[in-house]
């Protein structure tokens, strides 16, 4: 029989737990399996999960992506606090007897959950994924060492991690996990076709970098932009502890074709440290996020709203003293 993949889309951590999964599976778990084929997941509006991505004729199996109650899907790994779309979801999850589905929220990524899941209940050990694990960790968990580690991408997991996130063709992306059973990830970067597509990426980020470096006010502990009528609509949300070191907060606003973005964040280097639930405060716009980091979406066109909101929440902000 054959096993379908399932894997978080555009994300390292996705792509990672698809590698590690596969290794595993093949090794211990049905080594003449017939094949494996590989369907990337997003999320959808409403939460929706899409059923269609599930394969009749296969073993299916889930990773780094939310729960589904249905009897096709036969493995199961996930580390999202949002895991499941419904109590009845949870529910279900509970009465499996299965033994092959694992939520554990306090792993910092997906991929080392199922290298460490496999090592403990299944004795598989390869210690050639200990790298893809230990950068699966590191960017998944926002673990960067330094935003210069994170902005200036010199490290070759976090290249390849770019080229993940822009890719929007699967058949790449299953190249690349193939790639990652054999080889190191300075290899698979090195590839040409994957060098192709990585240097259009990088440009247009350091092009950001620059955008926001001239836009940026830095005022009393916090870091502030206005990206709208640059028409950059995603940037590398370090960029601002990057160029401000010493702030605490970024605030920025953007626009797209379908809405305007208030995204509010907080330094993990800061002197001086986060003393707001950033949640909190984006809640009360119609937002939402964590503690360390949210965001407001507005319709496209209530820009001048987002601007009005963006001061308040600036002030709000804001230390005494520079
Ligand atoms: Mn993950």
């Not at 049905?30 to 369907?39: A, H, I, K, L």
């Not at 895991?83 to 910092?108: C, I, M, P, V, Y």
């Not at 330094?267 to 009360?284: S, V």
Request: aromatic share 12%; with cysteine; charged share 30%.
């Amino acid at each position: 029989m054959k096993i379908r993949i399932l894997y978080h889309g555009n994300c390292f951590d996705g792509v990672a737990s698809a590698v590690v999964f596969t290794k595993f599976y093949k090794t211990v778990i049905n080594p003449s399996s017939d094949g494996v084929e590989y369907r990337p997941m997003v999320h959808r509006p409403n939460n929706a999960f899409d059923y269609e991505a599930l394969s009749d004729e296969a073993e299916n199996a889930i990773v780094d992506f939310k729960y589904c109650a249905d009897e096709r899907v036969k493995w199961w790994f996930d580390h999202h606090e949002s895991a499941f779309l419904s109590n009845a979801d949870r529910e279900h999850f509970l009465r499996d007897t299965s033994g092959q589905k694992f939520l554990d929220t306090e792993s910092k990524s997906c991929c080392e959950l199922i290298a460490r899941i496999a090592r403990e209940k299944f004795g598989f050990v390869d210690e050639f994924l200990e790298e893809l694990v230990k950068w699966a960790h590191i960017i998944d968990g926002a673990l960067y060492e330094s935003a210069a580690q994170c902005v200036e991408l010199k490290e070759p997991a976090l290249k390849l991690m770019q080229v993940i996130e822009f890719e929007r063709d699967p058949d790449f992306i299953e190249k690349i996990i193939q790639n990652l059973m054999n080889k190191r990830i300075e290899e698979v970067v090195a590839d040409e076709e994957v060098q192709k597509r990585l240097k259009p990426i990088l440009s247009e980020h350091f092009k950001t970098i620059e955008l926001i470096k001239n836009k940026a006010i830095y005022s009393r502990g916090v870091v502030s932009f206005d990206l709208v009528d640059e028409g950059v609509e995603v940037y590398n949300k370090f960029i601002p502890y990057y160029l401000y070191p010493q702030t605490t907060y970024n605030v920025g606003i953007t626009r797209s074709a379908s809405r305007t973005k208030i995204s509010v964040g907080s330094n993990p280097w800061a002197p001086r440290p986060r003393r707001h639930n950033i949640a909190q405060i984006c809640e009360r716009y119609g937002g939402g996020g964590h503690a360390v980091v949210g965001a407001v979406s507005l319709p496209a066109e209530d820009v001048e709203l987002g601007r009005k909101y963006m001061q308040e929440i600036i002030k709000e902000l804001q230390f005494d003293t520079d």
